[in-house]
Nanobody
């Protein structure tokens, strides 16, 4: 079992940066891929980024590619999402999730343990 807990959200101006953290307690963190999803108000949850169990490979949604970076520290059971050049359309609740498998995927159904989310608001 893995229980993700997100932190680091907040309000930022257009063009600013934030780092989201996901502390994932439980014994199997280092064997699982981890992902970040987001849900804007009134919209469906969407994939943002995912990283393999080792951190050697990652995937990104086209909308965040070249602006966001996902990384992990297995010694700390923590996943990070570095967000740069933020835009108003990045405003959403951001969720961290643990994949069933070791290699990353953008498929919502692959993820079985979810955090409570952290709000990111980007204003112009």
């Amino acid at each position: 079992q893995v229980q993700p807990v997100e932190s680091g959200g907040g309000a930022v101006q257009v063009g600013g940066s934030l780092r989201l953290n996901c502390a994932a307690s439980g014994g199997t963190f280092a064997r699982r891929a981890m992902g970040w999803f987001r849900q804007p108000t009134g919209k469906e949850r969407e994939f943002v980024a995912a990283i393999s169990w080792s951190g050697d490979s990652s995937n990104y949604a086209d909308s965040v590619k070249d602006r966001f970076t996902i990384s992990r520290d297995n010694a700390k059971d923590t996943v990070y999402l570095y967000m740069n050049s933020l835009k108003p359309e990045d405003t959403a609740v951001y969720y961290c999730a643990a994949d069933r498998f070791p290699y990353q995927s953008g498929r919502y159904g692959n993820y079985e343990h979810w955090g409570q989310g952290t709000q990111v608001t980007v204003s112009s």
